[in-house]
């Protein structure tokens, strides 16, 4: 049982260029969610997903898209990458049943724009 | 203004003693309250979840919840040098619409257990 995977595990990027950052989770959960973490700043949330095809803006959405077109997947867009998007990113998930509002992260990317 | 509010620490204690890390919150209408570990570089795992007044044991862990008092506690028994992380403090956002399971985070406090 993988849990949630995310690739890459680091990568360096330069000012405008784009990536895309892969999650994946093989749990059957809903309820998906892209973080980023700055030091001292803790977690802020960038989107989420209740479901395939639904996404939303979290507090921080700006210079990023989402998509969800199957269960599993969550890939976080990058476009035209700043140097304030240099930053650790989690992707998290968590399950339908009620009151079992834990998370399961992932291991995260790291992220530098240089 | 949602928020949960930690003392960042470092909170330093010897093995062996018993660590008390402190959460509070602003909004009387949080439910759901959950502690997280996080280790330096490494992404945060769910400890243990509380929903109701009063103690819930899980192994060396003990989660308090105080809703009168709008404060949740995390008690760490016989303090292992392994346990020297940071801990986040996390409430269900009660003012979300819907069913979207967002969480409201606080900053974390730092850890230290000394041999």
């Known amino acids: 049982n993988a849990g949630v995977t995310q690739t890459p595990k680091f990568r360096i990027l330069k000012i405008g260029q784009s990536m895309t950052l892969q999650c994946t989770q093989d749990m059957n959960h809903n309820y998906m969610y892209w973080y980023r973490q700055d030091p001292g700043m803790g977690l802020k949330l960038i989107y989420y997903?209740?479901?395939?095809?639904?996404?939303d803006k979290g507090e921080v959405p700006n210079g990023y898209n989402v998509s969800r077109s199957t269960t599993e997947d969550f890939p976080l867009r990058l476009e035209l990458a700043a140097p304030s998007q240099t930053s650790v990113y989690f992707c998290?998930?968590?399950?339908?049943?009620?009151?079992?509002?834990?998370?399961?992260f992932g291991s995260g990317t790291r992220l530098t724009v240089v | 203004q949602k928020e949960v509010e930690q003392n960042s620490g470092p909170l330093s204690v010897p093995e062996g003693a018993i660590a008390s890390l402190n959460c509070t919150y602003s909004d009387r209408g949080s439910q759901s309250f959950f502690w997280y570990r996080q280790y330096s570089g490494k992404s945060p795992e769910l400890i243990m979840s509380i929903y109701s007044n009063g103690d819930k044991e899980d192994g060396r862990f003990t989660a308090q919840l105080n809703k009168a008092s709008q404060y949740v506690s995390l008690l760490i028994r016989d303090s292992q040098p392994s346990d020297s992380a940071t801990y986040l403090c996390?409430?269900?956002?009660?003012?979300?619409?819907?069913?979207?399971?967002?969480?409201?985070w606080g900053l974390g406090t730092s850890l230290a257990v000394n041999p």
């Open positions: 996390a409430s269900k956002d009660p003012r979300e619409a819907g069913n979207n399971r967002k969480l409201i």
């Open positions: 998290a998930s968590s399950s339908g049943q009620s009151k079992d509002y834990g998370y399961t």
């Open positions: 997903s209740v479901g395939a095809g639904i996404t």
